[in-house]
């Protein structure tokens, strides 16, 4: 948003994921909204997958443009025309930068120094999934400061960076895991081992930067230190549920998946002062719980799913989690590339 005029917006649009569309790149509303205009398009499979602007003069914006398409067997990411752009007029217009001599880059982001706003950092995979570059001169040239992968563990999903407003050398990138770094991303430490990985969305405090919240697939998280400690909070739930199961019992039970938080099973009801409560749930799975489905002669026992294949049996009165994933065989040299998972003699 234009910090000078609440009715003057920039919208990054990634668009459709799955086929060729027009509705990406950056849109401009002039008119809080009402409507807007398309002021930077590619083409129709190249959208835009993060946008940062200078608050001290919203006239200079950052567009990161990237080429990509998710198909059911494979994802096909950057090259083609990803690019940096860059806008001196509000995003009216653009022109496009070179960040490197040679740039295959995959999925941008960006983040303005806003304290020092000619200071810019970018992060790409190129070469390697952790590639950070650095601007000193509002984007115009760009220095490769950190090859460093843990920066940005699996590019396609991830790359985010976040600078500190109040200190232009302190910066945080996302990924499966959270990293910080105090002098201009040189050197990189790890923080937040505490609280649940995949880091999804940053926030700074702009009048304090050791106040930090923090989003990822386990919740949301609060630091009143700069990263170095974090708490959880736990009185709300932020839990997604991808398939949902319930047994015949009454009341019946629910079962299900949950996203990166394992599979959980508990009661629809109870009969008790204060309803239900986090201790009446019981984890049956471990991992991105998919699929759960209780036997119905015995609820206290069934099968569940997690990501890679895994399919296993549980059975609560035992304890017994036993892992029952068809294996693929073994190819005649003893190796593990078998020419095919599932069939018979005939390939069926």
Not at 113 to 139: F, H, K, W
């Amino acid at each position: 948003m234009d910090p000078r005029d609440p009715d003057v917006a920039l919208v990054c649009a990634m668009g459709h994921e799955w086929g060729p569309n027009e509705e990406r790149g950056v849109f401009k509303t002039t008119d809080a909204g009402q409507t807007w205009t398309k002021v930077l398009y590619i083409d129709q499979d190249t959208g835009c997958s993060d946008l940062d602007i200078d608050l001290s003069n919203p006239r200079n914006v950052y567009a990161g443009m990237w080429t990509f398409r998710r198909r059911p067997w494979r994802f096909d990411d950057g090259g083609k025309e990803t690019a940096l752009y860059l806008s001196r007029d509000g995003g009216d217009s653009w022109k496009k930068v070179t960040t490197t001599p040679d740039e295959p880059m995959a999925r941008i982001g960006i983040g303005v120094a806003q304290s020092r706003p000619n200071i810019v950092y970018l992060i790409t995979e190129y070469p390697t999934a952790g590639t950070l570059l650095r601007s000193e001169d509002y984007g115009e040239t760009w220095e490769t400061i950190s090859h460093d992968k843990n920066l940005n563990f699996r590019p396609f999903y991830y790359s985010d960076v976040f600078v500190d407003p109040s200190d232009h050398n302190t910066l945080y990138t996302l990924s499966g895991g959270l990293s910080k770094s105090t002098d201009g991303g040189r050197t990189v430490q790890r923080i937040g081992r505490g609280v649940h990985g995949d880091h999804q969305a940053f926030w700074i405090d702009p009048w304090d930067g050791e106040r930090v919240l923090s989003g990822s697939d386990g919740g949301m998280q609060v630091s009143y230190d700069g990263g170095a400690n974090f708490h959880i909070f736990r009185n709300f739930s932020l839990a997604q549920y991808y398939h949902v199961f319930v047994d015949d019992r009454d009341p019946y039970w629910v079962c299900g998946g949950l996203q990166d938080n394992g599979t959980f099973r508990g009661p629809s009801e109870v009969w008790e002062n204060g309803g239900i409560k986090n201790l009446h749930w019981q984890e049956i799975g471990f991992g991105d719980g998919f699929d759960a489905s209780p036997d119905p002669e015995d609820s206290t026992r069934g099968y569940a799913m997690s990501q890679g294949g895994n399919l296993f049996r549980w059975d609560l009165r035992t304890g017994v989690f036993q892992m029952i994933r068809p294996n693929a065989p073994k190819a005649d040299d003893g190796s593990d590339k078998a020419p095919r998972r599932f069939g018979d003699d005939h390939g069926s």
